[in-house]
């Protein structure tokens, strides 16, 4: 049997595609209709927001591991988080924690290496590109990164947290990526990150000016194979 697998939930838009991506493409190594197993825990978004305007990764790490100690308790035999941001607090808890983790960034820079890119743009909250989420990552692997600028971070988020995450899906919104994504190909970036995992419900590579490193279902993806291989193991 697969392995089962623990969605640790933040924002509903992302969780809910990493979700869809896990069930619909489970067909590709299961045969028809056939997924793993999947359960989701979701704590209120404003309970992790409260704790990241004030700085205080401990307590969003403390969420994290209390869906954690759920999803165990019903029997996931890993976890996945759909949410880069809070990845950044992920380090506070990850010894304390019933079931390891895929971590997103590993996995999208994993994913560049195999593409064979190298220099990646970032994109996601302002919590999130500046953070060492993704440049811990991608320069582990010998990859270089841009960040946004400081304009382009606050309309990001701005963007994100007041359309995106409500699933407001607007031009406007579409057209300030790719301005983003536009000036990062200018400056030599050869891909880039969809860094919030509701980034891509507006952007894809058929819109960007630079190819994408979707990390939704990049980690919906690398789920599946290792419920898959573990469980063949």
Not at 34 to 55: F, K, N
Request: glycine share 6%; with cysteine.
């Amino acid at each position: 049997m697969p392995q089962h697998i623990g969605i640790v939930a933040c924002s509903a838009e992302g969780a809910a595609l990493c979700y869809r991506t896990l069930c619909v493409e489970g067909a590709r190594f299961l045969g028809p209709h056939a997924h793993p197993e999947v359960s989701m825990h979701t704590h209120s978004l404003a309970d992790y927001m409260q704790c990241i305007y004030r700085g205080d990764w401990q307590g969003v790490g403390e969420l994290m591991l209390s869906s954690a100690n759920k999803l165990a308790k019903i029997g996931a035999d890993f976890l996945i988080c759909p949410d880069n941001t809070i990845h950044q607090a992920l380090s506070y808890v990850e010894a304390r924690s019933p079931r390891p983790w895929l971590h997103i960034a590993e996995v999208v820079a994993a994913q560049a290496v195999e593409r064979g890119f190298r220099r990646i743009g970032l994109t996601g909250t302002r919590w999130l590109v500046e953070s060492e989420i993704y440049p811990e990552k991608l320069s582990a692997r010998g990859l270089e990164y841009v960040r946004p600028d400081t304009t382009e971070r606050e309309e990001l988020n701005r963007l994100i947290m007041e359309e995106l995450v409500y699933g407001v899906f607007k031009p406007e919104a579409v057209a300030c990526f790719q301005r983003v994504i536009g000036r990062m190909s200018a400056e030599g970036c050869d891909a880039v990150v969809l860094g919030c995992t509701e980034v891509p419900l507006i952007m894809s590579d058929s819109n960007s000016p630079l190819p994408t490193l979707d990390s939704t279902r990049l980690l919906a993806q690398a789920a599946l194979r290792r419920a898959v291989q573990d469980a063949a193991a």
